[in-house]
């Protein structure tokens, strides 16, 4: 019982905000991901097709300030599309292969956003 308590704390620390978006075409499309976890260094983005897998996005090394605030990174779509129609994940790791990331097994993955474009 008091793993599953555990990881449950630990999924709580990575949030996306908004859960759900809906854009016109061609307007902006913003999605904020973040954690409070310091034994994460990376934030990373997967985005998925109904009935396919989760392909990454990005992946960014973020640092945290001497104030142990939150860590933090927003996906930008300027001019959104209807391929960009998709769910949005958001992941936290502490590790980063080199020239790319991937899931490993030490990845806090948040709950997902949802982007339509119409």
């Known amino acids: ?5 555990k990881e449950k704390s630990d999924q709580e620390q990575v949030k996306q905000s908004p ?5 016109w075409e ?3 499309s913003v999605l904020n ?14 985005w998925q097709y109904p009935g396919k897998g989760p392909a990454f996005l ?3 090394e973020v640092s945290v300030s001497l104030n ?3 860590k933090q990174l927003s996906l930008y779509i300027e001019t959104s599309q209807p391929g960009d129609s998709a769910t949005y994940i958001c992941a936290a790791s502490a590790r980063c292969s080199p020239g790319t990331c991937s899931l490993f097994p ?3 993955l948040s709950c997902s956003h949802t982007l339509l474009c119409r």
Request: a negative charge; aromatic letters at 14%.
């Open 19 to 23: 859960q759900s978006l809906t854009v």
């Open 58 to 60: 990005i992946a960014m």
């Open 1 to 5: 019982v008091s793993g599953q308590q």
């Open 33 to 46: 991901c973040s954690y409070e976890k310091s034994a994460f260094d990376y934030l990373l983005w997967y």
């Open 106 to 108: 030490n990845l806090q």
């Open 26 to 28: 061609g307007e902006i």
């Open 68 to 70: 142990n605030s939150a």
